[in-house]
């Protein structure tokens, strides 16, 4: 017979550090989880969106495009409307996010008499120059995000947001 007996003592000690390991690693798990779930989230191909806006209609001037789109959240579906500045540059396709990045309002474009040519965000005076670049004294501290696009069939299509890449 072995002289390695456990006390009465180890064994509690061994018995609730197995079990508060076992507890603390139960609540960790599904907030590491949630924190890095983006992360794994797979890009899938069926990203982009098609609207119903025809790319040879565009012009020089941003113009409001909607779009819509079904969101699952768990076991809940969904309908969304979401909305993208857009115009043409050249032969290139700019969509800007509304979303005023000061509080998240939402930015219009020449909405503002004294300053036709920028996007406005009426909550706070935010001001946006037409890449989306926040206009410096005024409440905003980064630039509009952008969306991606691109065109099937000469219709547009709006795919994830990006960081603004144009300023
Ligand atoms: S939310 Fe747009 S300026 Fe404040």
């Known amino acids: 017979m072995s002289n390695n007996r456990v006390s009465r003592r180890q064994f509690l000690n061994y018995t609730l550090t197995g079990v508060g390991g076992f507890m603390a690693a139960g609540m960790l798990m599904p907030m590491v989880r949630f924190a ?3 992360v794994l989230q797979k890009a899938e191909a069926g990203d982009f969106i ?3 806006k ?3 209609d ?3 001037t941003p113009e409001r495009v909607d779009f819509s789109y079904e969101q699952v959240d768990a076991w809940y579906t969904s309908q969304v409307t979401d909305t993208a500045w857009v115009y043409k540059e050249g032969d290139k396709i700019i969509a800007l996010s509304p979303i005023c990045k000061h509080l998240g309002c939402t930015v219009n474009w020449g909405a503002n008499e004294d300053h036709p040519n920028q996007f406005f ?3 706070h005076g935010g ?3 037409k890449n989306g670049k926040n206009v410096p004294k005024t409440p905003p501290l980064g630039p509009l995000d952008q969306f991606e696009v691109k065109v099937t069939d000469g219709l547009l299509y709006i795919g994830k947001k990006v960081p603004n890449k144009l300023v």
């Open 50 to 52: 098609a609207t119903e």
């Open 121 to 123: 965000c009426p909550c």
């Open 54 to 56: 025809k790319v040879a």
């Open 58 to 60: 565009l012009t020089e």
């Open 127 to 129: 001001r946006y120059e």
């Open 36 to 38: 890095i779930d983006p």
